[in-house]
């Protein structure tokens, strides 16, 4: 029996689902440097303003951006909970304002060697995530490489960053390309909203994005909409410097409050009622079951 078969098995058996799924948002950009963890963690704390219970799971495994902004470094990670049977709640590392964060390690690449007792382990502790958070956001490594397109084909809601140079928009266009031709890619169960970032206003936000939509509608099968705008901002690098996101360092900051008004959108029900919640047991399950 291989692996994918094990998994299906494993959460048919499963015992009824006790719990709300959590929202699964992964965050990626088809470059570095565009500012996809500044966005991860900015929204993590709107959605804390918000009520919500947020866990943040760092998949850029070459780099260490978001426990840098947490000013923390994570005494556990992924490969703990796999490899030497910790809790969920023992890899959890919090940070401001109770945002939990998870690191991936290298545990996710070494998750398509494991036996069916690992597996039955995993897929039950990640189902645990569902009781402590109401939203988990995925913060990807950048680029169109096959750990970031699993995670991308895994999830149901996506959120490109990119910025008005023109080598972001380039990649940007080629990580949508890439999707689009993954076998396993499914565009009528995904969303992928574009956030332009680094803007001067809302006309160069729109026009990011006019130029982005128009190379995809022509060329491409993969649907994507608008979500908003992060203006460029100097209180924003000093807050990074501070290893502090903007949102906590100046709320009232252009970049903050527009990620507030990113959150908002985000957390609007009549606008996102047609997302399906995958929870994160099945979020990973998924991206195993394609190896």
């Excluded at 959605?47 to 780099?63: E, P, W």
Aim: charged share 20%; aromatic share 6%; glycine share 6%.
């Amino acid at each position: 029996m291989d692996q994918a078969e094990q998994l299906r098995r494993i959460i048919k058996g499963s015992a009824p689902q006790r719990r709300p799924l959590a929202r699964v948002i992964t965050v990626t950009s088809g470059k570095g440097g565009v500012g996809k963890s500044n966005t991860a963690i900015n929204l993590a704390i709107q959605f804390r303003r918000m009520g919500q219970k947020v866990i943040i799971l760092d998949a850029d495994f070459g780099l260490a951006n978001i426990e840098i902004m947490f000013g923390a470094v994570p005494k556990h990670n992924l490969c703990d909970l796999i490899y030497q049977r910790m809790g969920i709640k023992d890899i959890i590392t919090w940070g401001p304002m109770e945002v939990g964060f998870i690191s991936g390690g290298s545990g996710i690449s070494g998750m398509s060697n494991l036996n069916r007792d690992e597996l039955s382990y995993i897929v039950e502790s990640l189902s645990e995530l569902d009781e402590i958070a109401d939203t988990i956001i995925v913060d990807t490594s950048a680029g169109i490489a096959d750990a970031v397109l699993e995670f991308l084909v895994a999830s149901g809601e996506i959120l490109l960053v990119t910025t008005p140079e023109p080598t972001s928009i380039t990649d940007s266009y080629s990580l949508l390309k890439a999707l689009g031709r993954n076998p396993h890619f499914r565009p009528e169960m995904t969303q992928i909203r574009v956030i332009a970032n680094k803007v001067s206003d809302a006309n160069e936000a729109r026009a990011l994005y006019a130029k982005l939509e128009t190379v995809v509608n022509k060329y491409l099968k993969v649907p994507i909409s608008y979500l908003g705008m992060i203006p460029q901002d100097p209180q924003l690098a000093r807050a990074v410097m501070q290893q502090m996101p903007v949102s906590l360092d100046n709320p009232k900051a252009r970049a903050a409050v527009a990620y507030e008004i990113l959150a908002a959108k985000l957390t609007n029900r009549e606008l996102n009622k047609t997302i399906p919640r995958r929870g994160m047991a099945e979020f990973f399950s998924y991206i195993m079951s394609k190896k």
